[in-house]
């Protein structure tokens, strides 16, 4: 193993380390964008959070609405909270969940206010929060305090080739090195989903990932649908992939060869290092910000036809070895590693190339995603609200 | 060196298909498998553009698709080894009525 490169993070109460330093201005609900829009707009430099949903959910979809609102405060990227809500039972919630790990936290509901006093208010802690932000430093950290996630996008063949080999390269080396990884994708296991099994740690761990497969293919398939063209893709087909077991293997491909040490609800939260499995759509932003819930601070996404997702809270890195998108889809592409499908460089090399991308993401590096002002912010609804 | 690069890449010795690597016209092509030093010349029957597949043996209607060393397919017509494989001559085994 070569060297390792000196990683500095913001260092957050909870113990838990951050690659960004945002100051997130986060809505409870969708009536609660244009006052958290008016808030980042009066100070720039925080970060609106605006999403669609958050009335009149109930029962699990709620619960999972919270914790992705609540993990997606507690981020370690995120230094600073601003919650605004319609009501305020609701806001608490979301709000008393993000104070948990110690960060600062402000919350105030518009009924009774309306969105001029509670741009007025908020904007004045906002403005706080965000000097106060400025000044935490960057500090030296280890491999081993750092999160990151993976997903990939508008895959073909050449993912299963090329770039999801060489992101198992890092994944392995991440997670000998003491790191954490979270892969997901549910439905984008099947036909190789025995194999998944098969690395879990325990029989614990094998069970809930079993769980969380069967309930969510079964929930595909009894809708009865030709999924040729939604799952895989049309542009999946357009490059390629046949099928949902050919796409399958290719997702499989690039989580490497670690143990899978935990089966994670959507928006769960790993508990100790080592390799993890969410449970998450593979629709990109919905899983990229089901994964920043589950406070992943870097996100890996291997595309072939040329995905340009971005996420406002976890930068995300794209890995393409799709010679003709890392020509033509140059500016959305972090590393080529084309290279590798013409057999002009080994995997090993394109994935040390990765590590050092990855790594200089860590210590501030902007990711093309984030320099296009790719900020996708989508919650997984699990059915209709009442 | 523009001679040593491959036209097709197979994942695993056994596999069924392989993917082309670059746009391949019909003709002798050659390739090699990722798991070993193997190679391959396939003479092809048809167009087969970057990422898509090519058939390496012959394969029945009814046959699986074998890829990854693992079954990513049933053939859902005659498939001859040269052939280009898509959607239109497999189908996916898991998902009976995703089809084209």
């Known amino acids: 193993m070569a060297e390792q490169r000196r990683l500095t993070g913001y260092r957050r109460p909870d113990g838990s380390v951050g690659v960004r330093n945002h100051v997130a201005i986060l809505p409870v609900d969708d009536l609660s964008n244009a006052a958290a829009e008016g808030i980042a707009a009066l100070v720039p430099g925080t970060l609106a959070l605006p999403h669609a949903f958050g009335r009149l959910q109930f029962g699990d ?54 969105d001029l006093r509670v741009i007025e208010h908020a904007a004045r802690y906002a403005k706080q929060f965000l000097q106060d932000a400025s000044e935490i430093a960057r500090e030296p950290v280890e491999r081993g305090d750092i999160v990151l996630s993976m997903k990939d996008g508008e ?45 879990c740690v325990d029989d614990e761990v094998r069970k809930r990932f079993q769980g969380f497969y069967d309930d969510y293919v079964e929930m595909i398939e009894q809708t009865g649908a030709n999924l040729l063209g939604s799952q895989p893709t049309q542009g999946n087909i357009a490059g390629g992939l046949s099928t949902i077991e050919e796409k399958a293997m290719g997702n499989i491909v690039k989580t490497g060869s670690a143990p ?40 890996l996404f291997p595309t072939g036809q040329g995905n340009v997702i971005g ?70 609804k699990l059915y209709r609200s009442a | ?78 498939i001859s080894r040269g052939d280009y494989v898509h959607t239109h001559n497999v189908r996916s085994a898991r998902w009976q009525n995703s089809v084209a």
């Open chain 1, 155 to 199: 895959s073909d063949t050449t993912t299963g080739l090329g770039s999801c080999r060489v992101t198992a390269h890092l994944v392995d080396e991440w997670v000998a090195s003491g790191g954490t990884m979270i892969f997901g994708e549910t439905s984008e296991l099947t036909g190789g989903e025995h194999l998944i099994a098969e690395r």
């Open chain 1, 61 to 114: 979809d709620l619960d999972l609405t919270f914790r992705t609102l609540i993990g997606v405060g507690a981020n370690p990227n995120v230094a600073a909270v601003i919650v605004i809500g319609i009501e305020p039972n609701w806001t608490d919630v979301v709000a008393d969940g993000i104070a948990s790990t110690g960060k600062p936290v402000e919350r105030i509901a518009i009924e009774g206010r309306g």
């Open chain 1, 260 to 299: 899978i040490v935990g089966a994670l609800a959507p928006a769960e939260a790993p508990t100790k290092p080592g390799l993890y499995f969410m449970d998450t759509s593979s629709a990109a932003a919905e899983c990229v910000t089901l994964m920043t819930a589950g406070r992943g601070v870097v996100n």
């Open chain 2, 1 to 78: 060196m523009a001679s040593s690069r491959p036209d097709f890449l197979a994942h695993r010795s056994g596999d069924a298909v392989a993917v082309a690597v670059r746009d391949l016209e019909p003709g002798l092509v050659r390739g090699g498998y990722l798991d070993g030093d193997a190679t391959e010349e396939v003479d092809l029957k048809n167009d087969v553009p970057l990422g898509h597949k090519v058939a390496l043996r012959d394969i029945r209607a009814g046959e699986d698709v074998i890829e990854y060393g693992v079954r990513v397919a049933i053939a859902s017509q005659d």
């Open chain 1, 311 to 380: 996420n406002p809270v976890q930068p995300v890195v794209k890995i393409s070895a799709n010679p003709k998108t890392t020509s033509a889809m140059a500016d959305h592409i972090d590393v080529d590693c084309s290279d590798v499908l013409s057999q002009e460089s080994t995997v090993e090399q394109a994935g040390q190339a990765l590590i050092e991308i990855v790594e200089r993401t860590i210590n501030g590096r902007i990711t093309a995603a984030e320099a296009l002002n790719h900020r996708e912010f989508t919650l997984t």
